[in-house]
């Protein structure tokens, strides 16, 4: 079946980095729009980055300058990369596929920022 699985997260402190992976297996990777949303506790889950077939990206105004998204269709992944992390981007992350109507979650990941 359809696979989408994160990697990546964890404790780091304000200002460091991560880099989200999400692998995906089992969909023609290339023609799916990709998206990074993440859910902090008490909190609805909000779209942080995406990335189109064609490489087109846009990303919330509170990342901007920070989190840079993108993909490698070859590796059917897609990257988070999070620089300068606040105590804010505290969540868990997760990756969707989008193809017209048809989408696919996966199952997130934990990145906590300590102030």
């Known amino acids: 079946q359809v696979q989408l699985v994160e990697s990546g997260g964890g404790l780091v402190q304000a200002g460091g980095s991560l880099r989200l992976s999400c692998e995906t297996s089992?969909?023609?990777?290339?023609?799916?729009?990709m998206d990074w949303y993440r859910q902090a506790p008490g909190k609805q889950r909000e779209l942080v980055a995406t990335?189109?077939?064609?490489?087109?990206?846009t990303s919330a105004d509170s990342v901007k300058g920070r989190f840079t998204i993108s993909r490698d269709n070859a590796k059917k992944t897609v990257y988070l990369q999070m620089n300068s992390l606040k105590p804010e981007d505290t969540a868990v992350y997760y990756c969707?596929?989008?193809?017209?109507?048809?989408?696919?979650w996966g199952q997130g990941t934990q990145v906590t920022v300590s102030s």
């Open positions: 990335i189109g077939p064609d490489g087109t990206t």
């Open positions: 969707k596929a989008t193809f017209v109507s048809v989408a696919y």
């Open positions: 089992r969909i023609t990777f290339s023609i799916y729009t």
